[in-house]
T-cell receptor, first 116, second 112 residues
Framework: NAGVTQTPKFRILKIGQSMTLQCTQDMNHNYMYWYRQDPGMGLKLIYYSVGAGITDKGEVPNGYNVSRSTTEDFPLRLELAAPSQTSVYFC???????????????FGEGSWLTVV | GENVEQHPSTLSVQEGDSAVIKCTYSDSASNYFPWYKQELGKRPQLIIDIRSNVGEKKDQRIAVTLNKTAKHFSLHITETQPEDSAVYFCAAYTGANSKLTFGKGITLSVRP
């Protein structure tokens, strides 16, 4: 299994441009997530999905959009990129997320995005 | 919503000493508490977790303790080694919103 794969690994965007971060997982996980990580600020949840066709906002959804047409894929779209979106983005997945089963969240390798 | 805080923000220990990293959470309904380790430039990876019906869990040199009354949980690393140097994130899960809330992370440095 490749686990969680996200592309691209590095990208420089100009202000106002749009782009899509791709994420795919081959573990047949129901739950998928997008986090952003800013220096010293931990991991902030952007959007998450509990299954194909279902998405919901996290803590910091403004400026982003997601879709979940298949179990495997969960792309993150940035519209009209702004310097505040310069960050490291992590896609992640889990079979479920439950206090009783405690399933592990698996992270992708991260995408370094700079908006200039 | 849930708020998770970590103390201290940085920690430096001598190789061989023990390190303790503490987290507090705000939502008494939280019932699952994982710890993630992130090496420089790498992805976060789960190292240990604990559920609310357990007070302590050990895995070789690492252990996690949970105090539900005080709403805090701690990561204990014994016999620290240079490869333990990393950022450690704690998190708390609340069933009401079905997602984890992460702390800001603590940078642990182990001096050889």
């Amino acid at each position: 299994n490749a686990g969680v794969t996200q592309t691209p690994k590095f990208r420089i965007l100009k202000i106002g441009q749009s782009m899509t971060l791709q994420c795919t997982q081959d573990m047949n996980h129901n739950y998928m997530y997008w986090y952003r990580q800013d220096p010293g600020m931990g991991l902030k949840l952007i959007y998450y999905s509990v299954g194909a066709g279902i998405t919901d906002k996290g803590e910091v959804p403004n400026g982003y959009n997601v879709s979940r047409s298949t179990t495997e894929d969960f792309p993150l779209r940035l519209e009209l990129a702004a310097p505040s979106q310069t960050s490291v983005y992590f896609c992640a997945s889990s079979y479920s997320i439950s206090g009783s089963s405690g399933n592990t969240i698996y992270f992708g390798e991260g995408s370094w995005l700079t908006v200039v | 919503g849930e708020n998770v805080e970590q103390h201290p923000s940085t920690l430096s220990v001598q190789e061989g000493d023990s390190a303790v990293i503490k987290c507090t959470y705000s939502d008494s309904a939280s019932n699952y508490f994982p710890w993630y380790k992130q090496e420089l430039g790498k992805r976060p990876q789960l190292i240990i977790d604990i559920r609310s019906n357990v007070g302590e869990k050990k895995d070789q040199r690492i252990a996690v303790t949970l105090n539900k009354t005080a709403k805090h949980f701690s990561l204990h690393i014994t016999e620290t080694q240079p490869e333990d140097s990393a950022v450690y994130f704690c998190a708390a899960y609340t069933g009401a919103n079905s997602k984890l809330t992460f702390g800001k992370g603590i940078t642990l440095s182990v001096r050889p």
